[in-house]
Each structure stands twice: as structure tokens, then as C-alpha cells.
């Protein structure tokens, strides 16, 4: 039996799978341009919602919540990692540059994120199956903060990175978070497509304002969502 690509793959499968390259395309610009990286993470979030509300509405495979899952540790996970990577390697040296100490702890520091993200991965589909099964925060969420984060100009890589390793860490923490209802995405939504069409616009408006949504949700949606 042959892997049937075209029949066992549905359209949210599709859609999953551009939010992988967008994703990846995040992390390679993220060499060169921190500040279009971060907008492609934004939009990467944007497509894991239509990817969701796709598949809600029958559009889904067998494959489909593996394929997301996996798609999630790159997009929300690997490539949080290496725009810390890209941050402090920017500070205080890369490889060819820096102390062997010193890369060694930034690449550590770095690579938390993904490394928690695919744990959290690796727990749900292994010991969670239930609907109100949801400890630890999304890796997406996280991936939020920290590009809305850059986009509204807070840039110094120290309390950057100290801010990721904490939602690394949040990341299986033991306590639920809910997933957004439909009242609390569209809203959200908007404000996350004005982040990535136009970041500077109103004075940076748009970031700024999913930055205070998102870390309203990290502090307070475990217990009063």
C-alpha cells in the first residue's frame, strides 16, 4: 500500500502544511531581517486559525492532528528558538566570535523553547486525549508575545530572551489554558492581521495591542476564562 498523498490529505491538511513553510521561511529570514520575521511568525499564527476552523467544519483527515502537531514544534517552536538565537548570537558573538562558554549558554538558552515545545508535543499525543485535557501554555501563544513583542520595539535581547525561557517553561507548566472562544478570535484576528500588513501603522499600534491581549491571556485565561 502505496502513502495515497492526494487522498488521504484533506484541504486543512493543505492549509497545515503551508503554515509549515511559512514557519520555516520565518526562521530562515530571521538571519538577516528580525523585524519581517517576526510578521511571518504572526502570520503563520493567523494560518494555524484558518487550518482550525477548516477542520471544524468537516474538512479533516486521520492524519490531520498529527500533521498539525508536528507543524506547530516548527512554526511555534523551532522557529521562536532561532529568532532568540539570532537575538543573543547579535549581542554577544556567533560561533566564529564568541567564547566557547558563551555560544554554548546563548545556544542552550536558545534552543529551550523548541526543546520544551516538543515535550509538550510529544505529552499531549501520548497522555492527553480528552477535550478539557489542556495543561501547559500553547507554544503558539508564546510565539505571539515574543514577535509582537520585537514589533512593538522592545528589542534588547537580554529581557527578550529571559521572557522566553519563562514561557518555555510555562509551556508544561500544570495548569489549563483554554482555547480561545469564537468572540475572543475574531477580534484577535484583526488585530494580529494588523500586526503583519502594517506593524509601524498608529504608532505601532497593532502589535501593542495583541502584545497586551496575549499576555493578559498567559497571566489570567488559566483561571478566569
Known sequence: MGFEVQRRLSV???VTL????????AGAVAFTDLHLAARLLLLSV???????????????????????????????????????????????GSVTDASPLIFVAVSVVASLYAVLSIVRTAFYSTYFDGPNERPGMPNSLGAIVLATAYLAGITNPVPLAAAVTALAVAQVAPFDYP???????????????LSVVAPM?????????????????????????
Open 18 to 25: 503551508v503554515n509549515a513553510v511559512v514557519g520555516f521561511v
Open 179 to 193: 482555547k480561545p472562544g469564537v468572540k475572543t478570535v475574531v477580534p484577535m484576528g484583526v488585530v494580529l492581521f
Open 201 to 225: 501603522a498608529f504608532g505601532r499600534a497593532g502589535p501593542r495591542i495583541m502584545l497586551g491581549i496575549a499576555l493578559l491571556f498567559f497571566a489570567f485565561s488559566p483561571r478566569y476564562y
Open 46 to 92: 493567523i494560518v494555524d486559525a484558518l487550518d482550525g476552523i477548516i477542520a471544524r467544519n468537516g474538512d479533516s483527515s486521520e492524519v490531520g492532528p498529527l500533521l498539525d502537531s508536528i507543524t506547530d514544534v516548527i512554526s511555534f517552536g523551532v522557529t521562536p528558538s532561532l529568532f532568540v538565537y539570532v537575538l543573543l548570537t547579535g549581542r554577544f
Open 12 to 14: 486543512a491538511d493543505g
